[in-house]
């Protein structure tokens, strides 16, 4: 796929189909974070995957949309010591949000309110955070991102228009 038009025709998707992700998609997904680029080449993340029904259950509880997590196929806790390097983790997620949009899965970020409640529940070591939670899933209908171009995407995305956003010196 054309690397504009996955990011023009990607979208966050908060409700997924009843059917498991692969292990192998997963790994890529996975691995397209571990590939992301950090500050000084520090990796300073670890992910926790949430997949089981119980984990995911208990997870749900603690991010502001409990359905993001409830119903996907498996979630991702990007965690940092003292939940430091929100860009990098930043970086990790969107690649892989744009490799499980590459293979079909869709996935929304996933805040959350307390992130020292979370890290209890995810196991974490003393210290480290929860900065984001994506969740992953295969989408409840077909997707077609080639439908369109990555223009028309562009013009149909809910985002204020470039020349808002842009200024030049």
């Known amino acids: 796929m054309d690397t504009f038009l996955a990011v023009a025709s990607k ?8 059917r498991p ?11 397209a974070g571990r590939l992301s680029g950090s500050s000084q080449n520090k990796q300073p993340w670890t992910f926790v995957v949430v997949e089981s029904a119980e984990a995911k259950a208990r997870l749900a509880e603690l991010v502001y949309m409990e359905a993001n997590v409830r ?6 806790a990007i965690a940092t010591g003292g939940g430091k390097f929100p ?22 970020p996933n805040g959350m309110p307390d992130p020292e409640a979370a890290a209890r529940a995810l ?3 003393e ?6 939670i994506p969740s992953f899933g295969y989408p409840k209908r077909p997707l077609d991102p ?5 223009q028309d995407w562009s013009a149909e995305a809910n985002r204020k228009v470039l020349d808002e956003l842009v200024r030049r010196l």
């Open 11 to 18: 979208r966050d998707w908060r409700s997924y189909a009843d």
């Open 21 to 31: 992700v692969p292990e192998d998609v997963q790994r890529r997904i996975l691995d």
């Open 71 to 76: 119903t996907c196929a498996f979630a991702v």
């Open 87 to 108: 860009l990098d983790v930043g970086r990790a997620m969107q690649n892989m949000m744009l490799a499980a949009w590459n293979d079909g899965v869709v996935s929304c």
């Open 123 to 125: 196991g974490l070591d």
């Open 127 to 132: 210290g480290s955070l929860p900065i984001n």
């Open 146 to 150: 080639e439908s369109k171009s990555a």
